[in-house]
């Protein structure tokens, strides 16, 4: 029943989320009016909507849209005036935020940043009784990886060294195969690298990358940015967002015949919204399928410390693919790491990486050359991405508090996730499948008929409508699951997991009541 | 003479540098027989560089570029053996990061960054022997503007609200006309904003962003990969990089009359590679031409603080076009600033903003659509750009220890620049124009035909031959003008007056022994 309403709605979510991208063909009716409309103060400016680049007007990034900005005028009114609206405050439930929402950043981490800011305090004896020992030795060993101890100096456009070098040794630590730090790209958070990526790889909208649906809209944006074009593939709610190699071929054929020239997989493991964490054998078979179909497997691993199902166990592709006897000669494949997710959730500092492996080396040089004109990523950043590679150890002063402070984080994250899934399930016409790791729940919400038709007289998507209403009547923010993608005629939201843990119950309690009251309104 | 030569070759460069990227279209014999070569291994790989994005290809990127790459080799080789050529280390001229030549970061700056990386040292008693109290009182009003004190946070997509406050109060001062926070963009540095800019205004290879030659080669690098067409207009050497009106015009005219709809004027004052510091009557003359043509002027500030001509004075266009009457209806105005650059020379911090101003709100939103699907910028960077335009004030503890540490670096720079000009001009067929401002010297160098010859023999731009020897003969590393863009038929390199002062002497000394000995091999 599911998958055939799915090929019914197809052709149909094809053309609005995936939609082709042409340069140089007229612009769909639907779009032309709402640029018409935007421009209609016809105004002195040489600038407008109607002549800035259509793929910028085209991109869509759901987790800060619009109802980013209706939480932050409802924020604003309750800056006003307290008792403004039925709610304290408004609770950001849209994004991957966690300390917006109170977690506390890990201590060593940010004691090794402040020292290397301001490598003066290393020669300073006041310092040994505010720093822990580790935190001094490991900021004087980061400070001499640095040429010249310049921690104000563009950096190798790659990154510093020394932290390339010790990022690859935690690679390989966790992977138990060698990694090369010439293949690493210190770059500021994942999305650059995910924007570089997508820039190498398209020439034009005839070049397509198979996306996950529900997607991380950050693919679809950059896509559409760099005027590529997305290749969805479903992920099967019914079996817990699983992926399956049928579908994926399906999709590759699909698009093939339609001319497409498919160049990238994009695979989010730990699953962003959906919260599912790949099994071995399954990601076996989808490097064999890269192998064999000559696809970039891109691999956004970013939620890999964020597992929670104790059955569960997150392997990179990088292990996958070398366990099975592939290297450099057998497939392109591109990891992606942040220091914004993890127990760290460090994600004003902009760090990340990507792992690089199997270009040729011409492509490569390519690479390179795109990251050169970036110049480098920002150094506190690439400090903190050797830092989440390679903590504390047994033995170090820190290791002990450390191991606490991480411990307390993740295991709150999974009764958070536990708590607010149970709550879900709860709820009359919801279900939602388990979040096994990362750090979003995504509930299909079955809405009344009467919902759908009140969303449409409001020219919204009826789980956008949904959201708004949530957002008005309990400040909970949300993002539909129409920003995700999801299979046509379902209606999901994208919930985060990370608001502490003794808010827990006020929300389910606001979120259970507001719920009741929308059925009641709108059952059929 | 020097004009007519210029007209002549003008068709020339203008199918180099200044290329028309069509995406459509066959690549270019010369473009196809490197990229044939390039992929010559008929690899297995999938991606080759005939498949990539044909403008990731085009694209170049001269101060990270091929003599870069030799000076690290070269640089490996004397730390596999000290003794392997005749020069002790590389000394890097070719790109404007201070620190890595040994400037000091400015210790204010790096103690407000240190307390905010690790905000439990302000409870801490100690911490007042080891910091500044203006730099601890700074910290905790810094603190207190982050919503929830979350450093590690994701911001709002435009920066933090209260350092906007900061930097708009920064700019109000320095021009004595108000800014607005909501126009400030933070951004990882000047880069990131302007790809942004070329981004939004480039549909097709038919938009044109009038851009000076000799240019600093991000501009060239970012319409290159964003798809446009890069419209030169000349700086006059003769008048020290003198930017005329006419010749704006004049390319304009022409640009048009090639159906090129040209969107935007970039200017960078002081400039880079030129070092002149634009007069305030040639600044209105500017503004004027970019009203009365509806041009975006994207101004390049970023070297606001470097000015070492006791009778020049930087003005912002946008204190320029305020005073001028004109307002947010006349002109579309960007102005970037950078914490790279000016005293402070925080190059790996990546921190900047763009103050956008003019633009229909429609418009802005697409911007500000575009700033959010990169999240936000680092937050350190971002604290580092609310410092540099709001230093230590006077009665501030700081204050003396700062202007101490500011004016010793800004009248260092001004010394040696000063001497380097010189040594240049005294050196056989090369002048020098003097560096006003900015971070480097540009001087012409005339070229022996013998030389040219053997650069041709080698398949080398002439003045890549002669860095190319100059970095072989003595490990300084400077960068060819052909990077740059230059008058056809001239010569020129690009070299920083960043190595401390008690090195230029010696360098000074190398230069000319290697310059002599040029001479004396290829002199007519």
Redesign the interface.
């Given at each position: 029943m599911r998958k055939s309403a799915a090929d019914r709605f197809r052709h149909l979510f094809n053309r609005s989320l995936v939609a082709s991208q042409h340069?140089?063909r007229p612009i769909n009716p639907i779009l032309f009016r709402s640029l018409s409309s935007?421009?209609s103060?016809s105004?002195?400016?040489?600038?407008?909507?109607q002549?800035?680049?259509?793929q910028?007007?085209k991109?869509q990034?759901a987790v800060?849209g619009e109802i980013v900005t209706l939480a932050q005028n409802l924020q604003k009114d309750l800056l006003a005036n307290p008792s403004a609206h039925s709610f304290e405050e408004i609770i950001y439930c849209n994004?991957g935020?966690?300390?917006?929402?109170?977690q506390q950043?890990i201590?060593f981490f940010?004691?090794v940043?402040?020292?290397c800011?301001?490598p003066?305090?290393l020669d300073?004896s006041?310092?040994q009784?505010?720093f822990s020992a580790d935190s001094i030795e490991r900021a004087w060993q980061i400070v001499d990886q640095i040429?010249?101890r310049?921690?104000?100096?563009?950096?190798h456009?790659q990154g510093i060294q020394g932290l390339r070098d010790t990022i690859a040794a935690g690679i390989g630590e966790r992977d138990g195969f060698p990694a090369n730090p010439d293949d690493i790209f210190l770059t500021?958070?994942a999305?650059?690298a995910v924007?570089m990526m997508m820039?190498?790889?398209?020439?034009?909208d005839n070049d397509g990358i198979l996306c996950p649906i529900p997607q991380y809209p950050?693919y679809s944006?950059?896509i559409t940015?760099?005027g590529g074009h997305l290749v969805p593939y479903y992920l099967d709610e019914a079996t817990g967002w699983g992926l399956e190699i049928s579908e994926l071929k399906k999709q590759l054929e699909d698009a093939r015949s339609k001319g497409i020239s498919v160049?990238a997989l994009v695979v989010i493991n730990p699953g962003n919204p959906t919260g599912q964490v790949l099994a071995e054998e399954n990601q076996r078979d989808i490097v064999e399928f890269c192998k064999k179909e000559?696809?970039?497997l891109l691999a956004d691993e970013v939620y890999q410390e964020n597992i929670y199902a104790p059955e569960k166990k997150f392997h990179s592709f990088k292990k996958v693919s070398r366990s099975m006897g592939y290297g450099d000669?057998d497939i392109?494949l591109v990891s992606f790491q942040s220091v914004?997710k993890g127990y760290?959730?460090?994600?004003?500092?902009?760090?990340g990486y990507m792992e690089v492996t199997?270009?040729?080396p011409?492509?490569r040089e390519?690479v390179y050359?795109?990251a050169?004109?970036?110049?480098?990523?920002?150094?506190?950043?690439q400090i903190l991405a050797s830092l989440i590679m390679s903590p504390p150890k047994v033995g170090d002063e820190s290791y002990e508090s450390f191991m606490a402070e991480k411990g307390g984080i993740l295991s709150s994250l999974a009764k958070r996730a536990k708590a607010l899934e149970d709550a879900l399930n709860n709820l009359e016409g919801v279900t939602c499948n388990k979040a096994e790791g990362a750090m979003y729940l995504f509930p299909r919400i079955r809405l009344p008929e009467k919902a759908i038709k009140a969303a449409e007289a409001e020219k919204s998507a009826p789980d956008a409508f949904y959201c708004k209403r949530l957002l008005n009547a309990t400040g909970i923010v949300v993002v539909p699951g129409s920003g995700f993608g999801q299979v046509p005629g379902t209606w999901h939201f994208r919930c985060t997991i990370l608001p502490q843990e003794d808010r827990i119950p006020a929300i389910v309690t606001r979120l259970t009541e507001f719920h009741e009251k929308f059925m009641d309104e709108f059952r059929d």
């Open positions: 340069r140089h935007m421009a103060h105004s002195p400016f040489p600038v407008t909507a002549n800035i680049n259509p910028v007007l991109c990034y800060r994004i935020n966690p300390q917006s929402l109170g950043p201590t940010r004691e940043l402040a020292l800011d301001y003066a305090l300073k006041e310092t009784g505010l040429p010249g310049a921690t104000g100096a563009y950096s456009s500021d958070g999305s650059p924007h820039q190498l790889l398209t020439r034009s950050l944006a950059s940015l760099h160049r000559g696809l970039v000669d392109i914004s760290h959730g460090e994600c004003g500092k902009r760090g199997g270009f040729s011409d492509v390519q050359k795109v050169s004109v970036n110049l480098c990523a920002n150094i506190t950043g």
